[in-house]
Structure formats: C-alpha cells, structure tokens
C-alpha cells in the first residue's frame, strides 16, 4: 500500500513537469517592448520607406518610362467605370501587361474601346450577343451616345457615373464629342522591378529588427509549438479555412456596400501592385517579402505586439484588424474606396486576431496561417491570373 502510494507520488511529480512552460503573456514589463516595437514599425513604413524612395528613385535600372498610350491603360487598370478608345495598331502594341485588368471590348472604324474588366455593366449595356452565333459585337449607338453625344452618362442608369479618359496628345476620331479626363505623357515613374526592391527592403529592416525585440516571446511560443508536434497541423487547416470563410463573407459585404455608396467595387491597390510586381523582373524579391517576411513581422506587430497592450481580447481584436486593414489601403483614393475594395484585409485581420486568441495567444499560429495563406495566393496570381 505504502508502494503504491509512492507511486502516485512519483507520476504527480512526473505529470507536472511534462506540462509545458507558457510564457507569461502580461508582464507589464513587456508592454513598454510592445509599444516600442510598434513605434519601431510605423517609423520604418512612413519614415524610412521614404527615405529608401529618394535614395533609390533615380536609379535607372529601377525606373520605367509610360508612353501617353500606357498611361490611359493604366487609368483604365485602376478605374472599374472608365472607358477609353484607342488606335488598335497602338492598344496591341503595349496592351499586355494590362489584360488582366483592361479589355477591349471592340473596335470601332479601327479605335479599340477599352473598359475595366471588372465593371460589371459594360456588358449588358454596350454589348449584343446573337443568340444563334454567340459572337458579341458593340452596340454602335449606344457607344456613340457615350464618346460621342453623352446622352448616357452612366453605367447602370443611376449614379455609377462613367469617366472617359484620353491623351493630351492623342490623334482622336472625328466622332470623339465627349468630355473627358486628360491624361499627359511621357511620364518616368518608379518601375515594378523597384517598387518590388523597395518593399523587400524595408522587411530586410523589419524583420530582425522586430524578431530581436521580440525574441522571448517567439521563441516562448515556438516552443509550445515543437512541444505540440503534428497537431498544429490541422489547426493551421482549420486556420485556411477560416481566411476562406472569411474571403467570401467580404467579397458578400464589398458588394452591399459598393451598392450602397454608389463606388465600383475593384482591386485594392496594394493587390494589383502585388500582382504587377509578381510579373515583373523582381518576382523573387515580392515572394519573400509576401510569404516569409511579412507574415512575421504583421504577426508580431499586429497579433503579439497590440495584443499584449491590452488586456481586453475583445477590444485588441477589433484595434488590430482595423489598423492592420489599415496598413495595406494607404494607397487607396478615399476612406469609402478603402472599405468597399479592401474590407477582406480588415477581415483577414479579424481572422488572423482570431486564430491568435483561439491558440491561447500562441503567435506561431497565425504566423503559420498567413504564410500557407498567402503562398497559396501568391501560386494562384503567378499560374491562373
């Protein structure tokens, strides 16, 4: 009896010591860490990234010069309402590094007439199908009561007003009467090679940066993380499908609002830079940036570092989301445009926050989440788009 009792003992002890050691997650001395590492992360993304700019923005194997054609092609890219006609000699000539984003829909006496490919409302009003050939031709009159006598304004009838753009210097047809937004050009911009540089760059900054500050609560939850082996596997599945439930929960709110607003719902323009850049010279630089760098540093900063000011889950879930949400739309032309065309990073956000807390604050977690998200849609742009 007295052997058995020992026994007990022995396993009690034994039991205690294989539970492994969490990191305590609230030392108030952390916060003043967190903080500054936050502090550490806007100075880089607004001081230092502009600093990086000047520095290299005159370097010529980082520069590119747009034609006035390229130009109307790439307002065209970034605007889901405009439209613009073009000489077809010339539209074929630069037209490729813009088919994912810019369509000619036809062409009329030898003009090519452009449109955002992801307007919805081109189609119905612009163009006929016959219902025995399927071959689409362009509604002729309706085109010229557009670029010619502006009789239709808009494109469904309502608000979504159409913008018409072309060249300063443009040779435009004897039927162009419409008003329009002039585009001038040449014009020599930083290039995709060098945007892509750029943004590696400052992860080459961040990243140690960041991971040294951070250190002992990284390596405190990666030791979780080796302690629970395989079954982090599925959670890091569960995780994926949570982005993907997510995604179309967005893409579903993106459209009510564009209704609402009135706005045309279109790339966030932080997505179309990433697509550019993966088509470009310095694909590399943008994938290791994308997949590695910067699903550590955002998770360090925008999981680990505002959740540890708080110490109210709820309320740091809802802080990190909107300024991680935030962070990626700078570029975006309005705080409404900002909502309706990026409101899946406010989501991924809210699901990367939520995946954090569902692993007991394990920063591992979303890390390994935004990584397979993000390799996953970086395979997806460079093979399917």
């Given at each position: 009896m007295d052997e058995e009792k020992e026994i007990i003992q022995f396993e009690d002890l034994f039991k205690d010591e294989?539970?492994?050691?969490?990191?305590?997650?609230?030392?108030?001395d952390r916060k003043g860490i967190y903080l500054s590492a936050i502090f550490i992360y806007f100075i880089v993304m607004f001081v230092i990234v502009g600093v990086l700019y000047a520095a290299i923005q005159n370097v010529p194997e980082l520069q590119v010069t747009y034609t006035e054609s390229e130009l109307i092609l790439e307002q065209i890219a970034y605007d889901v309402d405009g439209i613009a006609i073009m000489s077809e000699a010339i539209y074929q000539e630069y037209h490729e590094p813009y088919d994912g984003y810019v369509r000619s829909i036809d062409t009329y006496i030898g003009y090519a007439v452009l449109v955002n490919t992801a307007n919805p409302y081109y189609e119905e009003l612009m163009l006929n199908v016959d219902q025995v050939t399927g071959v689409i031709t362009l509604k002729t009159e309706v085109f010229l009561e557009i670029i010619q006598d502006m009789t239709i304004l808009t494109w469904d009838g309502?608000?979504?007003?159409?913008?018409?753009?072309?060249?300063?210097?443009?040779?435009?047809?004897?039927?162009?009467?419409?008003?329009?937004?002039e585009i001038e050009g040449p014009v020599t911009e930083f290039s995709d090679l060098g945007y892509s540089i750029l943004n590696f760059s400052v992860y080459l900054i961040l990243l140690p940066t960041i991971f040294f500050m951070l250190k002992i609560d990284f390596v405190g939850d990666f030791n979780e993380f080796k302690v629970r082996g395989i079954r982090w596997i599925p959670m890091i599945a569960i995780g994926y499908v949570y982005i993907i439930i997510g995604n179309v929960f967005s893409n579903y709110a993106s459209n009510f609002l564009s209704n609402i607003f009135g706005i045309a719902q279109s790339e966030a323009v932080n997505q179309i830079t990433i697509m550019r850049s993966l088509n470009s010279s310095g694909a590399i630089f943008m994938i290791l940036s994308a997949v590695v760098m910067g699903p550590i540093v955002e998770e360090l900063i925008f999981r680990k570092s505002i959740f540890g000011l708080f110490k109210n889950d709820k309320f740091a879930l809802v802080v990190s989301s909107i300024i991680f949400g935030s962070i990626h739309l700078i570029g975006e032309a309005s705080i409404l445009e900002a909502l309706v065309?990026?409101?899946?990073?406010?989501?991924?956000?809210?699901?990367?926050?939520?995946?954090?807390?569902?692993n007991n604050k394990n920063i591992i977690a979303p890390i390994s989440v935004h990584i397979l998200s993000n390799l996953i849609s970086i395979v997806a742009l460079l093979y399917f788009f």
């Open positions: 294989l539970k492994p050691k969490k990191p305590d997650k609230y030392k108030p309502g608000e979504r007003l159409i913008n018409i753009y072309a060249g300063k210097n443009q040779t435009l047809p004897y039927f162009f009467g419409a008003d329009y937004y065309n990026g409101l899946s990073y406010f989501t991924m956000g809210f699901v990367f926050g939520f995946i954090y807390l569902q």
